[in-house]
């Protein structure tokens, strides 16, 4: 077959909003030539592949925030998509678990959020908390029903073979090294070739900022990557909890705080913390890539997140070091786990945008040219609400 001379979309980017974004062009333009390039070996390698699986509610988004909105749709979406792929999946709920009257008065305040935004959710004090998971411990609790567990990476995987069938190109290792967007359309090329395409989308994830410079867009932003270090319980162990187990999160942080989380495997996994990575893409604790920790380090936004977050960094270091640091923050709710249930697993990272003054940018970022869309920043719920955001995208390529 004859490849076309210019394509009438390129997206860059093989995580799941990239292959979502493919999917749902080729949906709303049955019969367009589509090219997507993804550098790594393998589709999902890094954000899709590395989070702990959850079908997020939207629960704690700020009202009419991207976020808060897309979440709910894209909850729903997600079950649909993989049910009609025969991809597994549970609803199995979430509780969000207050241990002191600070967590409880943020409990009470994240409930009314909840109404704001659509979100079913039960309000459960101390005895209906324990008479449903008998091994957590707290004041009290908010249970959300509708959250769920998955394998995004599976559903990475059937959403390209949906992006295959429509007659789309998928072309792995091939980084992209440069952008040229003119009237006409955008060239992208770089070691594997060069392409052409009368539309581009870019959903480069980590290296979101460095895609964008390369097309000539300067956001005041620059990816920080942060390192989820997840630990893994014993399998005589995975049933310790039914549903998901949150704590109550604290509005001046992005993270969402070490939880307990079932997976679709069978799995019981703890985790995240939050610990600064200084290589965006390297698992291994101790990972340095040079440039990476270069740009970090003299970036003036970082300095002033490390400022004023001395404390909690400070925290979040020592328990990536020292297991016993960690479990203290499981045993909060769950005061049965001992340092021997903390098994290794293979950590996550996650992309922040953070702008230069400092600020970190918590919902959704997406930015126009005339002939491409950039997705700048995309953290979790993004997963869980990948489909709305590739319909978003789908309909801002059409304007």
């Known amino acids: 077959m004859r490849l076309p001379d210019v394509y009438d979309y390129c997206v860059i980017g093989g995580g799941i909003v990239g292959v979502a974004t493919a999917h749902r062009i080729l949906d709303r333009h049955p019969g367009a030539s589509l090219l997507l390039v993804e550098k790594a070996a393998a589709l999902a390698t890094h954000q899709t592949g590395h989070n702990s699986g959850v079908i997020h509610s939207g629960i704690y988004y700020e009202p009419g925030s991207l976020k808060a909105r897309l979440c709910r749709a894209g909850a729903k ?154 630990y893994q319980l014993p399998p005589e162990r995975a049933d310790l909890v039914r549903t998901l187990i949150y704590p109550i999160p604290d509005p001046e942080l992005p993270f969402l705080g070490v939880h307990l989380s079932p997976t679709i495997d069978g799995e019981l996994t703890v985790g995240p913390n939050a610990v600064l990575g200084l290589a965006r893409e390297g698992y291994r604790k101790g990972s340095v890539n040079l440039r990476d920790a270069r740009e970090i380090l003299g970036f003036r936004g970082f300095h002033r997140v490390a400022a004023a977050n001395v404390r909690t960094g400070l925290r979040e270091m020592r328990n990536s070091i020292f297991r016993r640091g960690y479990l203290a923050e499981c045993r909060r709710y769950c005061p049965e786990l001992t340092v021997a249930d903390l098994l290794p697993r293979e950590a996550g990272i996650r992309a922040q945008a953070v702008r230069a003054d400092g600020t970190l940018v918590h919902d959704f970022l997406i930015e126009r040219t005339p002939r491409s869309v950039h997705v700048l920043n995309a953290p979790s719920p993004a997963a869980t609400s990948a489909l709305p955001i590739a319909a978003h995208i789908a309909a801002q390529l059409d304007d």
């Open 77 to 230: 979406q997600t079950r649909e998509f993989a049910a009609a792929q025969g991809i597994p999946f549970r609803v199995c709920g979430k509780l969000l678990v207050a241990t002191d009257s600070a967590e409880h008065a943020r409990m009470l305040a994240l409930y009314e959020r909840s109404i704001t935004n659509g979100v079913e959710v039960e309000l459960l004090d101390a005895a209906e908390l324990t008479r449903r998971e008998p091994r957590v411990t707290g004041v009290g609790a908010l249970f959300v029903p509708s959250t769920g567990i998955i394998d995004y990476t599976r559903v990475t995987t059937a959403l390209a073979d949906t992006v295959r069938a429509a007659g789309g190109e998928i072309v792995l290792g091939a980084e992209i090294t440069a952008i040229d967007e003119n009237s006409d359309g955008v060239t992208v090329s770089g070691p594997a070739g060069r392409w052409r395409a009368a539309r581009l989308v870019v959903c480069g994830g980590l290296q979101a900022d460095r895609l964008a410079r390369l097309a000539g867009v300067r956001p005041d932003l620059r990816i920080v990557p942060f390192r989820g270090e997840y």
